[in-house]
């Protein structure tokens, strides 16, 4: 199994700021998976990538992953009240078991 | 197409009661997964289960048991409930390439449990 490990656990930013969050796990994985979750609601798929992919686009998400430091980092653009939630990194690797992190709290002022 | 479905959304038992969740994947897909997700933490891996077997356990008592039906839908029971068993239980499922997943996992909206 995999464990990724969301950095930093909470951050507060300004509507239309730019957000980023940062995840890190230990071994090779086949992908990876961000999600979102509000509060006390199910996990949302918002993008997976590949471990041949280095970067990858949905909207006003932009994920990156850096294989050689095992880490990757999805960043939110202009980011709206709607975007309040926790993030959630998930890597996948050949065992097929997703084990979570605590997530990271994002939380968008006004 | 519907998404991953849960059942109940909500429950309250009692300590040393029994109770059985349900989940039903996203047509086509074969393979579901439980998760266990108390306040202020990530979801805990619970059970994996692909085309009717178990493929994956996490460190959960054996008062939690699963199965997965020939319509692939699941049902997560636990026994002797405690507590601590108070948690938002969600459930997974992803479509398969071969053994290995290569595929997205969606999340259903979870049954939150309440055990008084």
């Known amino acids: 199994s995999q464990q990724g490990e969301e950095d930093p656990q909470a951050l507060s930013i300004q509507e239309g700021e730019n957000a980023t969050m940062n995840c890190s796990y230990k071994?090779?994985?086949?992908?990876l998976q961000w999600y979102r979750q509000n509060s006390g609601r199910g996990l949302v798929h918002l993008i997976l990538i590949r471990s041949n992919e280095r970067e990858k686009h949905s909207g006003r998400l932009r994920v990156t992953l850096d294989t050689s430091k095992k880490s990757s980092s999805l960043l939110i653009t202009a980011s709206r009240a709607a975007d309040t939630a926790s993030y959630f990194c998930?890597?996948?690797?050949?065992?097929?078991?997703?084990?979570f992190g605590k997530g990271t709290r994002l939380h968008i002022l006004p | 197409d519907a998404g991953v479905t849960q059942s109940p959304t909500h429950l309250i038992k009692t300590r040393g009661q029994h109770v059985t969740l349900r989940c039903s994947p996203i047509s086509g897909h074969k393979s579901v997964s439980w998760y266990q997700q108390v306040l202020g933490q990530g979801p805990q891996f619970i059970f994996q289960?692909?085309?009717?077997?178990?493929?994956g356990r996490g460190n959960f008592p054996d008062r939690f048991s699963a199965r997965q039906f020939p319509n692939y839908s699941s049902e997560l029971n636990v026994n002797a409930l405690l507590l601590g068993d108070s948690a938002l239980y969600l459930c997974?499922?992803?479509?398969?390439?071969?053994?290995?997943?290569?595929?997205?996992?969606?999340f259903g909206p979870g049954t939150r449990l309440t055990v008084l």
């Open positions: 997974a499922s992803r479509g398969l390439a071969g053994a290995y997943s290569y595929n997205e996992q969606f």
């Open positions: 289960y692909y085309e009717k077997e178990e493929r």
């Open positions: 998930a890597p996948l690797n050949r065992d097929d078991k997703i084990i």
């Open positions: 071994t090779s994985i086949n992908n």
